[in-house]
């Protein structure tokens, strides 16, 4: 099983992935820079040049960078939208320079304007990103589908993906996202539906990793609030339905339960373990 957790950089790459080595993690996930803020800070360089350099041989892999919180590569505003544009090209620089191999986007918030439209915008980011950058693949993350929040369902996912080889542009799914969207995944029976839509949509080799999160809210409320494992409306028995699917079994599990603590994170890892 590749199993892993979205970690903290705020002690140096470095320490990000000793800290991973010591959970026991196979794989990994950051954010490049202050998720909530334009501003990018100081780039950790050596840490980069540490993690590029060892990650594999340590047994890291892969290791995913998700893209910040500000962002919205399909706004039909102009100024967010190069703005946009700006950040994820120094995310992604930035990404690369520590060898990832995924980064993490959400398809962002349509703004009123019509699915097509955005989906549209959002491709155009992609090719944008694809022609500067060619080590790096890209994951577009399922949604909740709340609001005019554009990904939330399989089709538009597909549509958004299809033009781009499936090397280069996969998808991500968020358990806590598509149970907010209205996938009873619950049960086993359930599992199976979802991933038969998923799969009808969505080319097999196009998924490169699950987000594991219990939900706070309940069966497609459309309110994206993580919980740890097990204590939330998805519970036990869902999440061990889901890693017993055989269509899973080499996808890569990265936790992003709230809290970075430590102590928490472990116990979210040790959960999945047992199952
Ligand atoms: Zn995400
Ligand atoms: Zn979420």
């Known amino acids: 099983m590749r199993l892993g957790i979205h970690l903290s950089i705020g002690q140096g790459l470095k320490r ?28 950790d360089q050596g840490g980069a040049d540490f993690v590029r350099e060892n990650r594999k041989e340590r047994g890291i892999d892969p290791w995913v960078v998700h ?16 703005r946009s544009l700006s950040s994820l090209e120094l995310e992604v620089g930035r990404a690369e ?3 990832a191999d995924f980064f993490v986007i959400h398809p962002g918030n349509t703004k009123g304007s019509s699915s097509q439209e955005a989906i549209n915008r959002l491709q155009k ?17 399922g949604m909740a589908g709340r609001g005019s929040e554009l990904g939330g369902d399989f089709l538009e996912l597909s549509k958004i993906v299809s033009p781009f080889a499936p090397e280069k542009v996969g998808i ?36 490169g990793l ?11 409320a459309k309110k994206d609030r993580h919980t740890h494992l097990g204590k939330g409306e998805i519970g036990v028995e869902g999440f061990r339905a889901m890693v017993n699917r055989p269509e899973l079994r080499n996808i890569p599990l990265i936790l992003e339960t709230p809290g970075e603590a430590r102590k928490e994170g472990q116990n979210n890892l040790e959960f999945l373990r047992n199952l």
């Open 16 to 43: 990000t992935m000793e800290e991973a080595l010591d959970l026991d993690c196979n794989c990994v996930q950051i954010f490049s820079k202050n998720p909530r803020g334009w501003n990018a800070g100081k780039f």
């Open 67 to 82: 893209a910040t919180y500000l962002v919205n590569p399909c706004s039909p505003d102009e100024d967010l939208y190069s």
């Open 97 to 99: 320079a520590m060898g």
């Open 125 to 141: 980011s992609l090719d944008f990103l694809l022609g500067k950058f060619h080590a790096i693949s890209f994951l577009v993350e």
């Open 172 to 207: 991500c799914l968020d358990t806590c996202h598509l149970f907010a969207a209205g996938f009873d995944i619950r049960t086993e029976e359930g599992w199976r539906s979802t991933l038969d839509k998923f799969f009808a949509h969505i080319d097999h080799q196009r998924l």
């Open 210 to 220: 699950i987000h594991v999160n219990d939900s706070v809210y309940p069966l497609g």
